[in-house]
């Protein structure tokens, strides 16, 4: 099946006389005619349900969309975007190891890397992607045991060079981590590219109606536990009657583990009714990302023509510095763009209250236009000097076009532009 079609049919099959529609199961918990059935689920986590902290059939049948879509063996679902994060390192990190990644990612990721992962004993090691294979290898250490990076950064809006880190770290035995929020599988399939695990902050463009948050783990099966040093995986997990991960789950050891152990313990699962939403928004998912990338063109193309803006960027632009990565990885840039008004911080400011279309907000990748000041909002809690690496200053908007008439969206843009040299 192509992605339109796996978007209403994966993971979700009625039978003879079922429901047309994904149902709803409100259920904490699943019953059965025997102990010894309930034993052999707790023996073996794939044979049944049996607690809806860790698994529940409405929640199931969207992680089954989703990793169908990316390509994968594997999904979990998370109550949110930044639980996906957290989940998808803590399941092969502990104390005293260290991670690598971009600093071109989200504020929110940035925060968790850098702070409360520091607090949990888990080092991150930032590297510039503009560096060379050799100074980036040259970071790692011996307790290294993953390399992360984002598909397309929010806000920076950099395109990453997922098959070049995916290189460096397998290279280097640890698996490569891509945040995809931006692209969706629509736009990029990491996996394709060599990436291992996949991750998504469902409350974007998935849900894509702002009506709940969520995220999601994706496992692409690909990475082999046993050649690097993953003792979490396969040495036997006292917490789980002795299972070693890599042994009796091959390729779904990670996501596995991730389920029967962190989520089990972690307990940050969606409620069916979540998961029931987010298969409404999934299931327009290629037609809303054909019509962002249509519209966020119209507008970049738009701001770069402006005299208001000192500059834009939008990997869709053919004349943005991502624009080639763009073309190797991504099949549309996806709906949000980010411009420097002329005047600073300042004339940013006034750009916002010079807006009425566009709802000034803490959220992105939303069906209706929204804007977003980077420096005085999401990355306030960032030094300049991070800022700077994340590729942000005052002058920054960060711009997420919605599904409006381009017309209305253009008029609106103007008029704040407008306000901003007043
Ligand atoms: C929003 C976002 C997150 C965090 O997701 P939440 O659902 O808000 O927790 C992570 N990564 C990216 C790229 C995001 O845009």
């Not at 803006?309 to 991504?330: C, I, M, Q, R, T």
Request: aromatic share 8%.
């Amino acid at each position: 099946m192509k992605d339109e079609t796996k978007c209403l049919h994966s993971g979700y099959k009625p039978g003879n006389g079922e429901p047309r529609v994904l149902p709803i199961v409100q259920s904490t918990t699943y019953v059965y005619d025997s102990a010894a059935e309930v034993a052999a689920i707790f023996d073996d986590p794939t044979k049944g349900l049996c607690y809806s902290r860790f698994g529940n059939p409405t929640v199931m049948a969207v992680e089954n969309k989703i990793c169908d879509l990316e390509g994968g063996v594997g999904a979990m679902c998370t109550t949110s975007g930044q639980a996906a994060s957290l989940l998808s390192v803590l399941n092969i990190c502990k104390a005293g190891d260290s991670i690598v990644s971009t600093a071109e990612i989200y504020g929110g990721t940035i925060n968790l890397f850098a702070f409360t992962l520091k607090k949990l004993g888990i080092e991150c090691i930032f590297v510039d992607k503009n560096s060379t294979d050799e100074e980036i290898k040259a970071q790692f250490k011996p307790n290294t045991k993953l390399v992360f990076g984002e598909t397309i950064a929010n806000p920076a809006l950099t395109v990453f060079d997922i098959e070049r880190f995916a290189n460096i770290a397998h290279s280097m035995n640890v698996p490569l981590i891509i945040d995809n929020t931006f692209a969706t599988p629509i736009l990029c399939k990491p996996f394709e590219f060599g990436a291992d695990i996949v991750i998504h902050s469902t409350t974007k463009y998935m849900d894509g109606h702002a009506v709940q948050g969520g995220g999601v783990i994706v496992d692409s099966g690909n990475f082999d536990w046993t050649k690097g040093n993953f003792p979490e995986l396969t040495t036997p997990d006292e917490s789980y009657h002795g299972t070693i991960y890599t042994e009796s789950y091959g390729k779904m050891a990670y996501i596995i583990k991730a389920r029967m152990q962190l989520m089990r313990d972690f307990g940050c699962y969606p409620a069916a009714n979540s998961a029931f939403l987010l298969n409404l928004g999934l299931e327009t998912l290629p037609v809303r990302m054909r019509q962002y990338c249509d519209n966020a063109m119209a507008v970049a193309t738009y701001l770069e023509n402006s005299p208001y803006v000192d500059s834009v960027a939008y990997p869709g632009l053919e004349s943005d510095e991502n624009h080639e990565l763009a073309k190797k990885y991504l099949k549309g840039s996806s709906g949000v763009i980010s411009f420097r008004i002329k005047g600073g911080r300042a004339a940013a400011a006034k750009f916002m209250d010079g807006l009425s279309l566009a709802s000034n907000e803490v959220h992105v990748a939303d069906i209706r236009t929204c804007v977003l000041h980077p420096a005085s909002e999401t990355h306030r809690q960032l030094t300049d000097e991070q800022l700077a690496a994340a590729g942000i200053d005052g002058a920054m908007v960060r711009f997420s076009v919605g599904l409006e008439n381009i017309e209305d969206i253009i008029a609106d843009l103007e008029a704040g532009l407008i306000a901003s040299q007043k």
